[in-house]
């Protein structure tokens, strides 16, 4: 594994960081947590970016920058909020979670640079 996939990792927690400031932000209402919801996404972007900086290609490392962010924000709906999920639902999830691994393990490296020709 690539090891500038952890800035897709790392950023992955900020989304799910923000997703949950969100919630506690009471539609933005609550000031404190609209300010730690609006830090966190500054975060979990500058994580992504710096992924795709180094090279990672850009399709998997959204998919898995989000499918980390949506199962992490399942996880605390259901740990923080007592939120409930059926079968059907844990299902799904180990489907996300299977494509999350799936992606980073087939995904080469390093993506071309923009306006090279190098596709296969």
Not at 15 to 34: C, Q, R
Not at 52 to 67: F, N, R, S, T
């Amino acid at each position: 594994m690539n090891h500038n996939w952890l800035w897709i990792l790392v950023g992955g927690v900020f989304e799910t960081g923000w997703a949950t400031g969100m919630k506690m932000s009471e539609s933005f209402t609550n000031i404190p947590w609209t300010i730690i919801t609006l830090i966190l996404i500054v975060y979990s972007v500058h994580f992504l970016n710096k992924g795709l900086k180094e090279g990672l290609p850009m399709g998997p490392c959204y998919a898995v920058w989000v499918g980390i962010g949506a199962v992490g924000s399942i996880i605390v709906g259901l740990v923080v909020f007592n939120e409930m999920l059926n079968i059907l639902g844990w299902a799904f999830l180990v489907v996300i979670i299977i494509g999350i691994l799936g992606l980073n393990l087939v995904t080469e490296g390093e993506s071309p640079e923009p306006g090279d020709d190098k596709r296969e």
